[in-house]
Every structure is written in structure tokens, then in C-alpha cells.
């Protein structure tokens, strides 16, 4: 069993930046890809980015590339994604996932998520 435990959402204006964090506890945490999925008002849940287990792999929705990033620190059993140049849009609830094994970027094959930080990005 793994607990995720998302932080850092809030109210920002268009343009600024975030930073989440997801902290791990249970089992071993540097066995799991980890990843960011997104859920905004009366849509599906939308992959985000993901993360390998070892770190040196990483994958981002065409929609956040080159303005989020994700990492982790297994030494912390923590994950993060720091977004930059936020736009309305990127409106939405955030969910911390991790995966056993490989990495994905399909909801249905995470095992464990977090309850979610809400990101309002105003205009």
C-alpha cells in the first residue's frame, strides 16, 4: 500500500508559477513511476507528466511541455512538478499517481492516488 499526500496548489495569476509536491509513505517508493494527472469542472481526468522510477525518465502532455517539469527525490520519497507560464487552462484539480513497474500515462493503470490539490490559474 502506498498513502500520496499532494501539496502547493493555490490561486495564482496567469503567467506565474507553482510548485506541487507529493510526498510517499508505505512501500517502497523508488519502486514506482510516478505521475501528474489533471482533472478540471465536467472534464476527464488528463494525463499530466510522468516520471520513471530512477528519475531519467520523463514524459509531459504536448499541452504543459517546456512549461512543467517534473522530479523526484527517493532519498525523501517525494515527487514534484513545478509549473511555469501557467495559464487558465492548466485550471484544475492535481492528482499525485504512482504507478508499480513502468511508467504510464493511462489513468486506468495507476495503482495508487492521492486526494488531489486544486491550481486556479486566474486571467
Known amino acids: 500500500q502506498v498513502q500520496l499526500v499532494e501539496s502547493g496548489g493555490g490561486l495564482v495569476q496567469a503567467g506565474g508559477s507553482l510548485s506541487l509536491s507529493c510526498a510517499a509513505s508505505?512501500?517502497?517508493?523508488?519502486?514506482?513511476?510516478m505521475d501528474w494527472f489533471r482533472q478540471a469542472p465536467g472534464k476527464e481526468r488528463e494525463f499530466v507528466a510522468a516520471?520513471?522510477?530512477?528519475?531519467?525518465?520523463?514524459y509531459y502532455a504536448d499541452s504543459v511541455k517546456g512549461r512543467f517539469t517534473i522530479s523526484r527525490d527517493n532519498a525523501r520519497n517525494t515527487v514534484y512538478l513545478q509549473m511555469n507560464s501557467l495559464k487558465p487552462e492548466d485550471t484544475a484539480v492535481y492528482y499525485c499517481?504512482?504507478?508499480?513497474?513502468?511508467?504510464?500515462?493511462?489513468?486506468?493503470?495507476?495503482?495508487?492516488w492521492g486526494q488531489g490539490t486544486q491550481v486556479t490559474v486566474s486571467s
Open positions: 499517481a504512482a504507478a508499480r513497474g513502468y511508467v504510464t500515462v493511462v489513468a486506468a493503470d495507476i495503482d495508487y
Open positions: 508505505g512501500r517502497s517508493f523508488s519502486n514506482y513511476a
Open positions: 516520471i520513471s522510477w530512477t528519475g531519467g525518465g520523463r
